[in-house]
C-alpha cells in the first residue's frame, strides 16, 4: 500500500481519519515550534535533526499490523480477504517498534542509531536500545521518511549523552500530543506546510506555551515586600549564585533560605541563564504551604499573569474548574488510548506543573524523571533549564537521597540550576550533594553557602543572633497537667509525636485532663480525610503564624512530623519524643521563630520524652531490649540512630542555635571513636546493610534500560517504604442505583452520584476529598472486589467504609464491622484489639 492510503487516527464513527503523513508533518511542525522557544543553552544540547526525529515517529503506522486494524479501511481499498490471507492480524502491531526500527536502518551507523530510541519511545515505554522488526511496507516507509526528511532536514549526525536522548524523547512526545489536538488539526484538512507551521504556533499559543517574561527588579524588598533588607545570607547567595551550577545553602530554621533562593532564581531568570522554577519538598503539606509563598512572589516579577502550578497527587483538589485538556483523535485501539489519555493526564493534571513555566510540588514529582516511570523523560524535558529547588533534604532516608544524587547529576546535564536548602546538613552529604570527592576539604563555616558551577565555591555568612533554648529530658510520664498548666497560663504549646497512634493517646489524655474553659486542645496529622486535614492546617497555621492578631491565649497542638518542617507555626514551649538529631532540631526551630514584644514565658525551652531506661542499662540491654526501650520510634527511626542522638540530647541543659548545629550533627553521625556495646554494634551493622540494600535499589531504579517503566505515580520507586499504603474512603450513606451508578452521601456532606463508565470530574474531586491514607493492613478486608464506580474515579487501592453515628465504621455492602472508628478531632483511630490478630503488622507510619 502507498503510504498516501494509509490513516493515522480515526473519526468519531471509527473511520480512517487523518493520514500517517499529514499527522507526521503536523508533529513536526509542533517540534520545530517547540525547539525555537529553548533558550541558546538549551538548544546546544540538540543537534540539528530533533524535529525531523518527532515527524518519523508514526511511519510505523504504515504497516499490515496497524492498518488492519480499522475495519472501514479494510473494507474501503478490498482488502479484507487479503489481510485474512496473509495473516496481518499475526503481524506486528506495535507501531512505535516499527517506527523505531525503520529510523535505526536510516541511520546506519551504531553509534547513531541510539536516536531511533527516542523514536520508539513516544508512547512512555522504552522498547530497547535496539529493536529488530521485519515488517512488509518498508519501502513505502522510507519513501515517506524521505519526504519528511527534504521537508525538515537530515537526521542528526552526531551521537547523543544519555540527557541529550530523553530530552529529544521528550519532545517527540510532546509534540505528538499537541500536534494530535484536533482544534488545532482537524482530520480532514489538507494544508500546506506553511499552514501546518502556522497552526503549530496557534496551538502552542492556546495552551499558553511560552518563554516567560519578568521584571528587571533589583531591590530585595521589590521580591519580598515584607522584608524590607536582605539580610547576611540572603546577600551572600546574591553574589554565590551567578550562574548555572549546583549550590547549597545551609542556615538555621527561620532565617530566609526560601527567599534567598527565590532571588537568585529571579536573577536567573532575568538575565536568560534560567527558563523558569520549580520549587521540590519532601511532602504535600509543605508543598501547600510554599505555594502560597510563591505564587505572590511570581505575581511580582512577571510581565504578565503567570499561574505557579502545584504539583503532587492531591494538587488537582484546589481545582475549581476541570482543566482545559488536549482533544485528540479517537483512539482505535488499547495502546492508543492509553496514549491519549496520558496527553490529556500531563496536561490536565498537576503533572503540567513540571511543564508550566513556574511550578511547586513534591520531591516525587521530579524524582519520577529519573527512575523507570513511564514518560520519565517528559517530566525531563519539562525540567530542563529551570532552577530547581530542593527543600529539607536532610529528611530522606539513603534510598532517595540516592535519587536526588543521580538526578542533580541529570539536572546539571540539562542546564539547570540546582539550589538545596537545609539547616542540618552533614559535611558528608553536602560533598555527596555538590558531586566533590570525599577528599576535598569544605568549610566548616555555618550559615554557609557553597557551589559548584566553573568551580568550588564557599562563603561564610554573618549568623543571625544567637538564641539558647533550655532542655528539660522527660522519662517519667507523660506531662499532661504540666502542659496543661502551662496552656493556661497563656503559652501555646506544640507537642510533636512520632507515630499516630501517641498523637491520639496524648491528645486524648490532655482533653480527659482539661477543664472547662481550659486552653483549647488540637490534633494534627495524615491520618484525616483530605477535607478535614485541610480545615485544621489552615487553621493551626493561622493561629500560631507569624500575625498575633489570631493567636490564642493558651493551647496545645498534637501533631506528627507533619508539623516538623517548612511550615509557619511559632511555638513558646515544644514537647517532642526523641527523634534523629537533625529532626529534633528542626522540630525546635518551630520555637520562638518570630520577635514578639511579650510572650507568656521568659525563655524558649524543649521537653524531649526520652526511654525510661539509663544510660548503664542501654549499654548492658540486648538489641531487643534497646527496640522495647525505645518504643514505637524505633519502627519510625533507625534504633542506631536514635541511641546516638539520645548520647548528644540526655543531659543537656541547653543548646545554643545556630552555634550548635554544626558540631552537634556531625557527633552523632560521626563513627564512633570508641567501641560500643555488641547490641548497639549489632544495630549499627543492621543499618548498614539496609542502607546498602536502599542505594542498590535507588540505583537499580535509574537503569532504565533494564526495568520495565512502572506507572508515573508519586511514591512508586520514589520512597522507600516497608509499610504499604491503601486509601478509605469515608461516606454516610451509599445507596445502588442500578448496575452501573451508586448515590453517595459522603461524610463532608457531600452528595453525588457516580458511575462505573462516565467519568466526571466533580464525583472525582468530591471523592477525594473524603479519602483518607491509612496502613493498608487495616483495611485489608475492604480491598477485595471493589465496585466498578469506586475503580472508575480512584486509581490507587481504596476500602470504602460507612460511617454509624457512634463513630464506629463497617464496610460498604455488608454489616461487618471494620475495627475503626472516626472522631472529626481525632481522625480515623485504629482499634487494633477488634482486627483479626493475622493482619496486625508492626506498621506506625505517621509521615505525609
Request: aromatic content about 6%; charged content about 25%.
Amino acid at each position: 500500500m502507498r503510504h498516501e492510503e494509509c490513516w493515522a487516527k480515526t473519526t468519531e464513527d471509527g473511520r480512517p481519519g487523518i493520514s500517517v503523513r499529514d499527522h507526521c508533518l503536523n508533529v513536526g511542525c509542533v517540534a520545530e515550534a517547540l525547539l525555537a522557544l529553548l533558550p541558546p543553552q538549551l538548544q546546544m544540547l540538540i543537534p540539528p535533526g530533533a524535529a525531523t526525529l518527532a515527524a518519523l515517529h508514526d511511519i510505523g503506522k504504515v504497516s499490515p499490523g496497524f492498518q488492519r486494524k480499522n475495519e472501514a479501511w479494510l473494507v474501503h481499498h478490498a482488502l479484507r480477504d487479503r489481510a485474512l490471507k496473509e495473516g496481518w492480524s499475526m503481524r506486528e502491531s506495535d507501531h512505535a517498534r516499527i517506527s523505531q526500527f525503520t529510523v535505526q536502518e536510516l541511520l546506519q551507523s551504531p553509534r547513531l542509531q541510539i536516536w531511533a530510541a527516542a523514536v520508539g519511545t513516544h508512547h512512555g515505554r522504552i522498547k530497547g536500545e535496539r529493536v529488530q522488526v521485519q515488517e512488509p511496507w518498508e519501502e513505502e516507509r522510507c519513501r515517506l521518511a524521505a519526504e519528511l526528511m527534504r521537508e525538515f532536514g537530515p537526521l542528526p549526525d552526531q551521537s547523543p549523552g544519555d540527557a541529550t536522548i530523553w530530552f529529544v524523547a521528550g519532545l517527540i512526545t510532546i509534540a505528538d500530543w499537541i500536534g494530535s489536538d484536533e482544534r488545532h488539526f482537524p482530520l480532514d484538512a489538507r494544508w500546506d506546510v506553511s499552514e501546518r507551521r502556522r497552526r503549530a504556533q496557534t496551538a502552542l499559543a492556546t495552551i499558553n506555551w511560552r518563554s516567560v517574561e519578568v521584571r528587571q527588579l533589583t531591590e530585595f524588598a521589590e521580591l519580598f515586600p515584607e522584608i524590607p533588607q536582605a539580610n547576611s545570607l540572603q546577600t551572600t547567595t546574591d553574589q554565590v549564585v551567578g550562574e548555572p551550577g549546583t549550590y547549597v545553602i545551609e542556615g538555621p530554621m527561620g532565617c530566609g533560605k526560601t527567599e534567598a533562593a527565590l532571588a537568585a532564581a529571579h536573577r536567573l531568570i532575568a538575565t536568560g541563564k534560567a527558563t523558569g522554577l520549580y520549587f521540590a519538598l519532601p511532602t504535600q503539606v509543605t508543598s501547600n504551604r510554599i505555594h502560597l509563598r510563591v505564587q505572590p512572589f511570581v505575581d511580582r516579577i512577571c510581565a504578565s499573569p503567570a499561574a505557579v502550578r502545584l504539583a503532587h497527587s492531591a494538587s488537582w483538589l484546589a481545582e475549581t474548574d476541570p482543566p482545559a485538556q488536549l482533544s485528540p483523535a479517537i483512539a482505535n485501539d488499547e495502546e492508543a488510548r492509553n496514549h491519549v489519555h496520558a496527553g490529556r493526564s500531563w496536561f490536565a493534571s498537576a503533572k503540567r506543573a513540571l511543564l508550566a513555566p513556574f511550578g511547586v510540588g513534591t520531591i516525587d514529582q521530579a524524582l519520577l524523571g529519573i527512575v523507570a516511570a513511564k514518560h520519565f523523560f517528559v517530566r525531563q524535558f519539562g525540567l530542563a533549564g529551570k532552577v530547581v529547588i530542593l527543600d529539607e533534604v536532610h529528611t530522606y532516608d539513603l534510598y532517595t537521597s540516592t535519587l536526588i544524587d543521580a538526578m542533580a547529576k541529570r539536572l546539571r546535564e540539562l542546564q539547570c540550576t540546582v539550589i538545596i536548602l537545609s539547616a542540618t546538613l552533614t559535611g558528608k552529604r553536602r560533598h555527596e550533594l555538590l558531586g566533590l570527592a570525599d577528599q576535598q576539604p569544605l568549610s566548616a563555616g555555618y550559615p554557609l553557602v557553597s557551589g559548584v558551577a566553573s568551580s568550588l565555591i564557599e562563603s561564610t555568612c554573618e549568623a543571625p543572633p544567637a538564641k539558647t533554648i533550655q532542655i528539660r529530658n522527660v522519662s517519667a510520664a507523660l506531662p499532661v497537667e504540666e502542659a496543661i498548666d502551662r496552656a493556661s497560663d497563656g503559652e501555646c504549646l506544640l507537642w510533636i509525636h512520632n507515630t499516630v497512634d501517641e498523637a491520639q493517646e496524648t491528645y486524648r489524655a490532655l482533653q480527659s485532663a482539661n477543664f472547662q474553659g481550659g486552653p483549647s486542645v488540637a490534633l494534627l496529622h495524615s491520618r484525616f480525610p483530605f477535607f478535614r486535614r485541610e480545615q485544621l492546617e489552615t487553621d493551626w497555621m493561622i493561629r500560631l503564624g507569624k500575625d498575633s492578631t489570631n493567636r490564642p491565649n493558651g493551647c496545645i497542638l498534637v501533631s506528627t512530623q507533619v508539623a516538623e518542617q517548612s511550615v509557619d507555626i511559632d511555638a513558646d514551649l515544644l514537647i517532642t519524643d526523641l527523634a534523629p538529631t537533625d529532626m529534633l532540631l528542626q522540630r525546635i526551630g518551630r520555637l520562638w521563630r518570630h520577635d514578639r514584644p511579650l510572650r507568656p514565658c521568659p525563655q524558649p525551652e524543649v521537653w524531649i520524652q526520652m526511654p525510661h531506661s539509663d544510660d548503664a542499662s542501654l549499654r548492658d540491654a540486648s538489641e531487643k531490649e534497646l527496640r522495647r526501650a525505645l518504643g514505637k520510634s524505633a519502627r519510625v527511626y533507625a534504633p542506631y540512630i536514635l541511641l546516638r542522638s539520645l548520647q548528644q540530647w540526655r543531659g543537656r541543659a541547653t543548646i545554643t542555635l545556630p552555634d550548635d548545629i554544626r558540631p552537634i550533627l556531625e557527633a552523632t553521625y560521626a563513627d564512633p571513636t570508641a567501641a560500643e556495646p555488641p547490641a548497639w554494634q549489632e544495630l549499627r551493622e543492621q543499618l548498614e546493610k539496609q542502607k546498602e540494600k536502599m542505594a542498590r535499589q535507588a540505583l537499580n531504579a535509574t537503569t532504565i534500560w533494564n526495568n520495565p517503566a512502572l506507572p508515573d505515580e508519586e511514591g512508586i520507586q520514589t520512597r522507600f517504604s516497608t509499610y504499604p499504603m491503601a486509601q478509605l474512603l469515608l461516606a454516610t450513606e451509599i445507596t445502588s442505583l442500578d448496575r452501573h451508578s451508586a448515590r453517595l452521601c459522603l461524610l463532608d456532606g457531600a452528595v453525588i452520584t457516580a458511575h462505573d463508565r462516565d467519568w466526571n470530574f466533580d464525583a472525582v474531586k468530591a471523592i477525594h476529598r473524603n479519602l483518607v491514607r491509612v496502613p493498608r493492613w487495616a483495611v485489608a478486608t475492604g480491598l477485595t472486589k471493589p465496585p466498578g464506580w469506586l475503580t472508575n474515579h480512584v486509581s490507587q487501592p481504596t476500602a470504602t467504609g460507612l460511617l454509624q453515628p457512634a463513630g464506629n465504621i463497617r464496610w460498604s455492602g455488608d454489616e461487618q464491622q471494620t475495627g475503626l472508628s472516626y472522631h472529626p478531632d481525632q481522625g480515623i483511630i485504629i482499634e487494633r484489639e477488634r482486627l483479626p490478630r493475622a493482619l496486625h503488622e508492626e506498621s506506625d507510619e505517621s509521615y505525609d
